[in-house]
């Protein structure tokens, strides 16, 4: 616990020698293309296929009709809802409607990606255009076109936590109140790898591989099996070196049985790799909420309830987990803060857009962002600092654990602890100078702060098996996936110390159902701290174990017996046998594997302060992070330098979503943003080095005191930046609210809005 060992990934990934899913093609592959849809809603009808399916080197060309023994994608959780829950789950194929740019109308399967482009364009296709509705906030006024309507409205769910009652009399009997309106802007995820899939069908055992990039392959195993209707155990998936995961890479997609079924037919290895294009039109995005929230106030600054009312883009339909994310995110709505009171409602929305689900935080950065701009506006209404209000309102550790209005358990933390270390370390106290500088300059400057707290490592379990190999090597094998993580290194910790092993003889084997009955994946931060409690289990009963073995055959007791270096010895002696030996030897071959569980009871709540400094042209609207600091609660450290690389990743994709991303509709429902091109990307120009430290304070809720750190990074950067932007223009302009993304056109059009050509004084 606490080593430091470089990533031993690394050094085949920097050669280039990774092994990602579209670098496996069996001889014979074929390749599969979809057809898309370039209309955002409207139906459809499709044309004589004969050309298509004579052209040069195609195999097969199917419409919905021919796969109607598929069923749709299925939406696999929800929050329990107030009220129906309108369902409308993604078509493998679209039969005689589309509602979304990119929508799946047809398969071809050809000898080479060219042949299927060329094949497809044969395909004649008349769509007659229905209204169109992209925008969030007016998906639900009374003339807004209606995507499903068979349900009627555009409503697909609604959530509720609180008391609304309670909450109305807070606000009727408050000092003062501070109220905003919220943009969380819509992401594309944009992993470096695009999603890949090889499907190969056995017809002898009516078996299929499935070669796929992913983020758990028994979840994605469960979900493909339950769309192509048939018992998971005919299927076997496995998944290599993955490029990229944020959470959208865990979702199984309509390309995936439609593959599986093609492979099938054919009795070939069928193939399907995405381009950069078709990611942005058909992957899962993030985010798309617009809230609205309020502090009722006392007239010291403490809040006495919170209202939060939030529209949910869902898109054109539910995707995996994508009803749930909003209850997740609801779940955290009063931050640190001590909040007694509260109301909060989402309404969960469809409309002629991609489907919304699960990116790196999921519900919760979208919480954070709330409360934290909105603790912030707060400070100005009561005429407070924002260190000083979250002073008078935090949970203190004397109250821990502690159970908020909305049913978290915070068990540990000192949140106005590490708030005063960060803006310690942040030089806060010499930010007046830092500002006149930037003064002189013609330059804003600002300097914003968010202290956050999430839930992670969910009740649950993620079991491992530990194995002594015949070359003396040990393979551990556990269901979580790594997505560049560093999976490898942080287990092997737990296994070398325990079985006196080299980082470089152990093995970590993830994405093979057939190497593991079972296995949770990766997603919520909890490969760590529900993965290595379980590892060390396995590893510790292994290590127990191959003492007793070479007790047995050096005569000694197992006590006496420790392992070091590849061997087993008894200790003060040079009388020693090597694992691989002890492996050959061992006449119960069941001595030579163990298996750990830890079964965690509630979630892990890591918490933290990220203090952004930036300065903002106004000449121009551009901003650019000089300074930024993290002082973070993760209970404990398992490594530093992998603990400091998530933090930074998540980091940087905030600011991205700050600064610069934004995925844009028009009114046709047109994707605007469907290519670099187009949408901007976070570079290493826009952000700066970090100054990162822990303050930790142990979980009692987990095993080893661990929290997770996987997505705290956005979830404590995104109000921090945004925090800061807004800071700046307050001290130069008076502008207390801008919506994200802050882009330099948004910023210098806020800034025109109140001066015209006056520049900052």
Same mark, same amino acid.
């Given at each position: 616990m606490g080593a430091n060992p470089r990533r031993v990934e690394d050094d085949a990934f920097i050669r280039g020698e990774g092994h990602y899913t579209s670098d496996f093609q069996p001889e014979g592959t074929l390749t599969a293309f979809l057809v898309r849809s370039p209309i955002a809603h409207a139906r459809f009808s499709i044309g004589d296929l004969s050309a298509a399916r004579s052209a040069e080197g195609v195999h097969l060309v199917w419409t919905a009709a021919e796969v109607a023994d598929l069923s749709p994608m299925p939406c696999l959780a929800a929050g329990p809802t107030k009220g129906p829950l309108n369902r409308a789950e993604v078509p493998v194929l679209c039969a005689d409607t589309v509602r979304h740019v990119g929508d799946a109308i047809a398969l071809v399967v050809a000898d080479n990606i060219n042949l299927a482009r060329s094949a497809a364009e044969l395909i004649e296709v008349d769509y007659e255009p229905l209204p169109v509705m992209t925008a969030t906030d007016t998906a639900l006024d009374p003339d807004a076109p209606v995507i499903w309507p068979e349900h009627g409205t555009n409503l697909a769910f609604e959530y509720e936590r609180g008391d609304g009652e309670a909450t109305e009399a807070a606000f009727a009997d408050a000092a003062k109140v501070a109220k905003l309106r919220l943009v969380n802007n819509r992401l594309v995820c944009n992993y470096m790898e695009p999603r890949a899939l090889l499907a190969e069908f056995h017809p002898e055992e009516k078996t299929w591989t499935i070669t796929v990039?992913?983020?758990?392959?028994?979840?994605?195993?469960?979900?493909i099996a339950k769309a192509m209707n048939v018992d998971p155990a005919r299927l076997r998936v496995i998944t290599p070196d993955v490029g990229g995961g944020f959470g959208p890479k865990g979702f199984a997609y309509r390309e995936y049985p439609l593959v599986a079924k093609a492979a099938q037919a054919l009795v070939r290895p069928v193939r399907w790799t995405s381009d950069r294009n078709e990611h942005f039109q058909s992957d899962a995005q993030g985010r798309d909420n617009v809230t609205e929230a309020a502090f009722a106030l006392d007239g010291e600054g403490r809040i006495l309830a919170m209202k939060v009312d939030i529209i949910a883009n869902m898109g054109a339909y539910l995707s995996q987990f994508g009803p749930y994310i909003p209850w997740l995110g609801i779940s955290m709505a009063t931050g640190l803060y001590d909040i007694r009171t509260a109301h909060v409602t989402v309404k969960g929305v469809y409309s002629n857009t991609v489907p919304v689900d699960a990116y790196r935080g999921a519900g919760r950065p979208e919480a954070a962002f709330v409360v934290e701009r909105l603790i912030d506006e707060a400070a100005r209404v009561a005429e407070l600092s924002p260190e000083e209000i979250r002073r008078r309102n935090f949970i203190r550790p004397d109250q821990l654990p502690y159970t908020t209005v909305t049913d978290r358990i915070y068990d540990t933390g000192d949140f106005a602890g590490h708030m005063d270390r960060a803006l310690e370390k942040a030089?806060?106290?010499?930010? /007046?100078?830092? +500002?006149? =500088?930037?003064? @002189?300059?013609?330059?804003?400057?600002?300097?914003?702060?968010?202290?956050?707290?999430?839930a992670c490592a969910f009740a649950g379990s993620e079991p491992a098996k530990a194995k002594l190999e015949e070359d003396g090597s040990v393979s551990l094998f556990i269901g979580t996936q790594s997505n560049g993580q560093g999976h490898k290194t942080a287990y092997a910790q737990f296994v070398a110390g325990p079985l006196g092993v080299d980082y470089e003889h152990v093995h970590v084997r993830q994405g093979d159902t057939d190497e593991l009955e079972k296995g949770g994946g990766t997603g919520g931060s909890r490969s760590i701290p529900l993965g290595v409690p379980s590892v060390e289990r396995?590893?510790?009963?292994? /290590?127990?174990? +191959?003492? =007793?073995?070479? @007790?047995?055959?050096?005569?000694a007791a197992a006590a006496d017996i420790e392992l070091a270096e590849g061997t087993a010895r008894i200790v003060g002696t040079d009388r020693a046998i090597s694992l691989a030996e002890l492996a050959a030897k061992a006449g119960d071959k069941e001595k030579l594997q163990a298996v750990g569980e830890f079964e965690q009871a509630e979630a892990t709540y890591p918490n933290g302060t990220h203090v952004c400094e930036l300065e903002i042209d106004p000449q121009t609207g551009s901003a650019h992070v000089l300074r930024y600091t993290i002082v973070d609660d993760f209970g404990v450290t398992v490594n530093p330098i992998l603990l400091e690389g998530q933090v930074h990743g998540g980091v940087v994709q905030s600011i991205g979503q700050v600064l610069l991303e934004n995925t844009v509709y028009d009114e046709d429902g047109q994707l605007l943003t469907a290519t670099f091109n187009d949408y901007a990307m976070p570079r290493a120009w826009d952000t700066c080095s970090f100054a990162f430290?822990?303050?930790?304070?142990?979980?009692?809720?987990?095993?080893?005191?661990?929290?997770?750190?996987?997505?705290?990074?956005?979830?404590?950067?995104?109000?921090?930046?945004?925090?800061?932007?807004?800071?700046?223009?307050?001290?130069?302009?008076?502008?207390?609210?801008?919506?994200?993304?802050?882009?330099?056109?948004?910023?210098?059009?806020?800034?025109?809005?109140?001066?015209?050509?006056?520049?900052?004084?």
């Open positions: 990039g992913s983020q758990g392959v028994h979840g994605m195993r469960r979900a030089d806060a106290a010499g930010f /007046a100078a830092r +500002l006149e =500088e930037s003064r @002189a300059k013609g330059r804003l400057r600002g300097l914003g702060f968010a202290t956050y707290v999430e396995a590893s510790t009963k292994l /290590a127990g174990q +191959l003492k =007793e073995l070479a @007790a047995n055959e050096l005569e430290e822990t303050r930790n304070v142990p979980s009692t809720h987990n095993a080893l005191g661990i929290k997770g750190a996987g997505e705290a990074g956005t979830i404590g950067a995104t109000p921090a930046v945004m925090n800061a932007v807004i800071d700046a223009l307050y001290r130069g302009y008076g502008i207390r609210h801008l919506d994200m993304p802050a882009t330099p056109l948004r910023v210098w059009e806020a800034i025109q809005a109140v001066t015209g050509e006056q520049s900052a004084a």
